[in-house]
């Protein structure tokens, strides 16, 4: 949780400062729209960084890895519905439908069954449930982000993230204390965890919310365990699973029936 804190303050300063560099602004506060986007700040703030990175780094201790990595592929299934009710235009439909479960098939053969086996921890029903939620979390936060008005997506990112580590940094320093000082390795990871996964993945996942839709982004969710295993393969030298290429077409063929919007005779 101070990693997590550490990379959202580091993101929360970078933002803001380009932010106001680009000749932005942080969203103002005087108007009863512009206190409805801080509120869907705070939301994003919430849904997509404070709540999910605590549950998850919670949850993660007591489970498998595979199962953390099923529960975040089930963030486009939770999304489907939450849009189809919430969002004007993003209504689920057969075709939807069916891709986005062809697609959670492909990640859960790409996994494997070791996903489903249990840790051994006492309390690892309750960290499974703490994975669910954090994967819930994320498909709230992103309806949330959609339904905000209007503004500067860098103002907005940079004020959820000044928001995040308002929250973050007091709960990370009583659940974890005060850290001791870290090594080179450490701060060279946690600022590009700053620079790179929190404040550039925050830019883009506004501006693709606000452009194609919360649906659309959570479809990332399936590409993720494909490139763990590309990385691991080129980076660590892991062995290719036999299973990969069988898993990959089963997620494209299934992202591409979601996309798709052409009848098929």
């Known amino acids: 949780?101070?990693?997590?804190?550490?990379?959202?303050?580091?993101?929360?300063?970078?933002?803001?400062?380009?932010?106001?560099?680009?000749?932005?602004?942080l969203p103002a506060f005087k108007t009863r729209t512009d206190k409805r986007i801080w509120l869907h700040c705070l939301g994003l703030a919430v849904f997509t960084n404070a709540i999910p990175f605590t549950l998850l780094n919670w949850g993660q201790l007591r489970v498998t890895s595979g199962f953390a990595g099923i529960c975040m592929a089930v963030v486009p299934l939770l999304v489907l519905p939450l849009a189809h009710f919430l969002l004007a235009g993003d209504r689920m439909t057969t075709r939807k439908f069916a891709g986005f479960v062809i697609g959670f098939v492909g990640v859960v053969i790409l996994i494997g069954p070791a996903a489903f086996g249990r840790s051994g921890d006492s309390?690892?029903?309750?960290?499974?449930?703490?994975?669910?939620?954090?994967?819930?979390?994320?498909?709230?936060?992103?309806?949330i982000t959609r339904l905000s008005p209007p503004t500067s997506v860098r103002g907005f990112s940079a004020a959820a993230l000044i928001l995040a580590s308002i929250i973050m940094?007091?709960?990370?320093?009583y659940i974890e204390g005060w850290p001791d000082a870290p090594n080179t390795t450490a701060v060279i990871g946690a600022i590009y965890l700053g620079l790179m996964p929190t404040a550039l993945a925050?830019?883009?996942?506004?501006?693709?919310?606000?452009?194609?839709?919360?649906?659309?982004l959570s479809l990332v969710n399936y590409q993720v365990p494909v490139w763990?295993?590309?990385?691991?393969?080129?980076?660590?030298?892991?062995?290719?699973?036999?299973?990969?290429?069988?898993?990959?077409?089963?997620?494209?063929?299934?992202?591409?029936?979601?996309?798709?919007?052409?009848?098929?005779?």
Request: net charge positive; with cysteine; charged share 10%.
């Open 1 to 25: 949780m101070t990693l997590a804190a550490a990379r959202i303050c580091i993101g929360a300063l970078v933002l803001t400062g380009l932010t106001y560099a680009t000749g932005r602004n």
């Open 123 to 143: 309390l690892e029903n309750l960290a499974r449930l703490a994975c669910i939620g954090a994967a819930g979390c994320y498909a709230i936060g992103s309806i």
């Open 169 to 173: 940094v007091p709960l990370a320093t």
């Open 202 to 216: 925050t830019i883009m996942l506004v501006t693709i919310i606000n452009s194609a839709g919360p649906t659309f």
């Open 228 to 265: 763990a295993v590309v990385f691991g393969v080129l980076l660590l030298g892991e062995t290719l699973p036999s299973q990969f290429i069988g898993a990959l077409g089963l997620i494209l063929v299934g992202l591409a029936i979601s996309q798709t919007r052409r009848r098929w005779v």
